[in-house]
Nanobody, 116 residues
Framework: QVQLVESGGGLVQPGGSLRLSCAAS????????MGWYRQAPGKLRELVAR???????NYADSVKGRFTISRDNAKNTVYLQMNSLRPEDTAVYYC??????????WGQGTQVSVSS
């Protein structure tokens, strides 16, 4: 089992920034990729950004150039720096961890609201 604890969500004005953190514990020695997904009301959950153990990243087109995912393997923590936030970024953001065997785990989610 892997436990994921997210933090850093909140309310921000358009153009503002937030930094999300996700700390993993449990069977962390077999962690592979970690990532952030989001789900807005009435929409499907979608990938925002993903980072592998080796540091390779991929992003949704809608966040490229604004969001940056990073990972501290020593702390088993993944971060999502979100800049130039837009109202359409409003969603519940979920951390996801993928083990080497293919099993995935989800965090409880953190609300990000972008509004003036």
């Amino acid at each position: 089992q892997v436990q994921l604890v997210e933090s850093g969500g909140g309310l921000v004005q358009p153009g503002g920034s937030l930094r999300l953190s996700c700390a993993a514990s449990g069977i962390i020695f077999s962690l592979n990729a970690m990532g952030w997904y989001r789900q807005a009301p009435g929409k499907l959950r979608e990938l925002v950004a993903r980072i592998t153990l080796g540091g390779s990243t991929n992003y949704a087109d809608s966040v490229k150039g604004r969001f940056t995912i990073s990972r501290d393997n020593a702390k088993n923590t993944v971060y999502l720096q979100m800049n130039s936030l837009r109202p359409e970024d409003t969603a519940v953001y979920y951390c996801h961890a993928l083990l080497n065997g293919g099993t995935g785990f989800w965090g409880q989610g953190t609300q990000v609201s972008v509004s003036s």
